[in-house]
Nanobody, 117 residues
């Protein structure tokens, strides 16, 4: 059974930091491209950051220079370090595991991030 379990969300003031974690089980984690998406109320889900099995990363323009995605294959975990948080970063953040060659794509349940004073 595949599980992606996010953690680390919460309430933070503008300018603050959070680190999200996504622990995966039931998949060959090191083979998967891992991505973080977010969805704010009334908006479509959007890609925040991704990291390939080889460690190549990409970011949405809105988070470049503030967020860092990383992975620890020994722990089957992907992280999202979020710095200089803004109110517009408020959203539910979702972890996604993707391996198109075997038509596998999985989602976590999401973790709420609220940036507010």
């Amino acid at each position: 059974q595949v599980q992606l379990v996010e953690s680390g969300g919460g309430l933070v003031q503008p300018g603050g930091s959070l680190r999200l974690s996504c622990a995966a089980s039931g998949i060959s984690f090191s083979m998967y491209t891992m991505r973080w998406y977010r969805q704010a109320p009334g908006k479509q889900r959007e890609l925040v950051a991704g990291i390939t099995s080889g460690g190549r990363t990409n970011y949405a323009d809105s988070v470049k220079g503030r967020f860092t995605i990383s992975r620890d294959n020994a722990k089957n975990t992907v992280y999202l370090q979020m710095n200089s948080l803004k109110p517009e970063d408020t959203a539910v953040y979702y972890c996604n595991a993707d391996l198109p060659v075997v038509h596998s794509n999985y989602w976590g349940q999401g973790t709420q991030v609220t940036v507010s004073s």
